[in-house]
């Protein structure tokens, strides 16, 4: 069992940045992976960025990409958001697979309780 846990949202600015972390405990399979989604009120939960926890494959969707960048540290997983937009603004949650790298939320069977991000215009 996993435990994860997001901290680091916040308000900013449309243009500003905020980095958020995941730290995570108990024991992360070198085959698994940790994905960053992001879900607003009465909307499906949205695939942000996941790395792969062995070798440090990372993945992000096409409409965060060179703006957001997953990384893994230790066992922290961040999410350096830059160049924020009003439409980044979401509750943000991490999760693991067992599976590896996947998009599917339903793929995902542990979660932390998600960090508030807003981003004024």
């Known amino acids: 069992q996993v435990q994860l846990a997001e901290s680091g949202g916040g308000l900013v600015q449309a243009g500003g940045s905020l980095r958020l972390s995941c730290a995570t405990s108990g024991r992360i399979f070198s085959s698994y992976a940790v994905a960053w989604f992001r879900q607003a009120p009465g909307k499906e939960r949205e695939w942000v960025a996941a790395?792969?926890?062995?070798?440090?494959n990372t993945y992000h969707a096409d409409d965060v990409k060179g703006r957001f960048t997953i990384s893994n540290v230790g066992n922290t997983v961040y999410l350096q958001m830059n160049n924020l937009r009003p439409e980044d603004t979401d509750v943000y949650y991490c999760a693991k697979t067992r599976r590896g790298y996947t998009r599917n939320a339903a793929e995902y069977d542990d979660w932390g309780q998600g960090t508030q991000v807003t981003v004024s215009s």
């Open positions: 790395v792969r926890w062995n070798g440090g």
